[in-house]
């Protein structure tokens, strides 16, 4: 961990004058758990494809079954990984504010696992489904020797996340943009602040009074823009930040 105990002093005073948090995070949080960003090189089968190929409605159209068989070899993964100490540390967080809500760019499902209650999951959750052509939920994947398998309505059925090109969710944008508004901290933890619209949160946050404190093992696009900057493994930093937030 290469952040000082001044640095984790510092943000946690700038926590504890706080009433309300929002906490933002990606791919970075779950790295400890054993699954790899979306900077880490793809492995395998995947090895000679762009994620940010394969996840749009394009790279589905063009290959469902090599797209399909990705998520599903992903969702394999994530069933044999568990949160870290950086998830627990955020569920910690969480009892100790007043308002507090968790946005997160991840589709592991590993904050609901650890136990957060308050989650905006923007890009959805790879455990759900949906159909391709006609966005009908798909509670339960149907006995289908397809890949991908059909939904009742004859479309292919997808990944409920969302793709690269495609809007988000209102819901999830209306409540993140609400928590962004009126939190006096934003907490942003694992995300290389690339893609849009959550590389835009820390700036947002910022116009409208927060502070913001960043935890990352390297600078990020944010970095210049944070209040704190607190570089090591979420894993590690996390749990260090809570327990000098509860020793003030
Ligand atoms: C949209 C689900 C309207 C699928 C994902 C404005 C400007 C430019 C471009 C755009 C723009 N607005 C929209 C776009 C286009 C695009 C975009 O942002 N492109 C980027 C590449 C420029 N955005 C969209 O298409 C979004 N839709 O805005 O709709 C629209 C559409 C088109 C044009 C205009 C408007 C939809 C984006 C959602 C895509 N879906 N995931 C799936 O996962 O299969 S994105 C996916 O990649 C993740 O969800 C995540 O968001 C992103 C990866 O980012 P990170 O999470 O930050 O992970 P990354 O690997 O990059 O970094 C990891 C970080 O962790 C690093 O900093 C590393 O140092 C750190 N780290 C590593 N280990 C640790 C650690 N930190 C702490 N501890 C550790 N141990």
Known sequence: ???????????????????????????????????PTFRDAQTG???????QELATP???SGNPKLVWEWYVERRRMISDVSPNPGHYALVDLEKEFDEFTLITQNIDNLHRKAGSKNIVELHGNILRFKCFDREHPIEQLPDDDRIPPRCHCGSMIRPDVVWFGEILPADAVMKAGRALETCETLLVVGT?????????????AKACGARVIEVNTEISAITPLVDVYLQGPAGEVLPKLVETFRAL
């Open 45 to 51: 089968l995947w090895a000679n494809y762009n994620p």
């Open 192 to 204: 290389s602040g690339v893609v849009y619209p959550a590389a835009a949160f820390p700036a947002q």
């Open 58 to 60: 394009q790279g589905f």
């Open 1 to 35: 961990m290469q952040c000082t105990q001044e640095q984790l002093d510092e943000g946690a005073r700038i926590l504890k004058r706080s009433r309300s948090l929002a906490v933002s995070t990606g791919a970075g949080i779950s790295k400890e758990s054993g699954i």
